[in-house]
């Protein structure tokens, strides 16, 4: 039995090249069919664990406690072990407490078993936020160790987004920033017969986290596979409880990427579309070999609906230090597909005898002896 996967809001899913070395001071192990709720961090060294957690008060960086731990030691339907806790927070000068559930999954992890017996297994760190810090409606950051996690795909659910990943010791550190985002949906398996007919949510939420997919086979430890994990992986920030993984279609020289929610909330207002998009150039070389996405220096963004509708929206790319970066804003949303395109471009190059020569593509080059103009 084949399942056919997207990444949905309890699976919510940037691509630079990973090392899967195991850290001394990791205290998770990849071989074990485990999950680990992690919490904070109490040495320098320690890996797989909360670096810190903070929010912005009146215009300034303001890093948590954690003040508690919510144990979480049982066993799952598949008798998978979760192991660890939920760890409780306070900020100074923030009333209440927050929760941040750091879940991260073992490759042995079991998603679900078909009936032929097959195992579904695949891993992921997946990070939310909860509590005091998410109903502030404020800007929070989280940074979290990790120590043999190699991305796949990551996928932020906060707005005005942004992120990195930096060498730590061995393993990384996973740093996200953005704002609590609001999301709407629907339940059921007739969820795109309700967005094309602009059917009202069935539930509305107020969500800030992210998760990352690890790079395995799809169903033998990952999500969306492992091909050219060694080039980079991607990232994506947006507002909807569903995306897909981006596909290259080589006869229309498109990148489509759809990604689906309610066309309207419980309250039968517009939903707004946002997205962002970071995908190395490494990663669109390996993955769409000689295409010419991987050549592009301009960009070209279209959000079309189901029926080949074009919306107007507000986009905004550049490809720069080996990064495409896309932001797209503005869109309804719906069964939605975003599209990408690499821009042709013309340049002018003049010859030593004053001849001028007119070169139209998708990255033009002035020829040996020439020099471009204007």
């Given amino acids: 039995m084949t399942k056919k996967f997207i990444a949905v809001l309890a699976l919510f899913s940037l691509t630079i090249a990973g090392s899967a070395t ?53 066993r799952n339907e598949f008798d998978t072990p979760i192991t660890g806790g939920i760890g409780e927070w306070t900020f100074r000068g923030l009333a209440g407490t927050s929760t ?34 998410l109903a502030s409606q404020r800007k929070i950051e989280v ?28 393993g990384h550190v996973w740093r996200v920033v953005g704002l609590p985002s ?42 969306f596979g492992d091909r050219c994990a060694e080039a980079g992986f991607t990232v994506e920030a947006h507002n909807a409880p569903g995306a897909g993984m981006p596909l290259w279609n080589e006869s229309s020289e498109t990148l489509f990427f759809n990604i689906s929610a309610a066309t309207k909330n419980r309250q039968g207002r517009p939903v707004v579309g946002k997205f962002k998009l970071w995908m190395p150039t490494r990663y669109v070389q390996c993955m769409w070999p000689g295409s010419t996405l991987g050549m592009a220096k301009r960009l070209s963004i279209s959000v079309v ?24 804003n503005g869109f309804d949303y719906g069964d939605t597909t975003i599209r990408i395109k690499p821009l042709r471009i013309t340049i002018y ?26």
């Fill in 100 to 133: 941040l559930e750091a879940r991260l999954e073992s490759p042995k992890h079991i998603l679900w078993i078909d009936p032929d017996g097959k195992e579904m297994r695949a891993s992921s760190l997946r990070v939310y936020l909860n509590g005091a810090a």
């Fill in 305 to 328: 609906n189901h029926e080949g509708v074009e919306q107007v929206v507000q986009s905004w790319s550049l490809v720069d230090t080996g990064m495409f970066r896309i932001e797209v």
């Fill in 22 to 74: 195991p850290a001394l001071a990791a205290k998770t192990d990849p071989d074990l069919q485990q999950v680990w709720n992690l919490t904070a961090c109490r040495t320098a060294a320690e890996l797989d664990c909360v670096e810190s957690v903070a929010i912005w008060l009146k215009g300034k960086r303001v890093v948590g406690r954690q003040v508690g731990v919510q144990k979480t030691n049982f």
């Fill in 182 to 223: 609001k999301i709407s949906g629907y339940h059921g398996g007739n969820w795109q017969d309700k967005a094309r007919n602009g059917v009202k949510a069935d539930w509305d939420l107020v969500r800030w986290g992210f998760l990352v997919h690890h790079a395995a086979p799809f169903g033998g430890g990952g999500y």
């Fill in 349 to 374: 190059c003049k010859y030593p005898d004053s001849r001028i020569e007119e070169l139209t593509g998708i990255d033009p080059q002035c020829q040996p002896g020439s020099e471009k103009i204007g």
């Fill in 143 to 170: 940074r979290v160790r990790t120590s043999w996690i190699v991305p796949m795909d990551v996928q932020l659910h906060t707005d005005d987004s942004d992120w990195s990943r930096s060498n730590y010791r061995g």
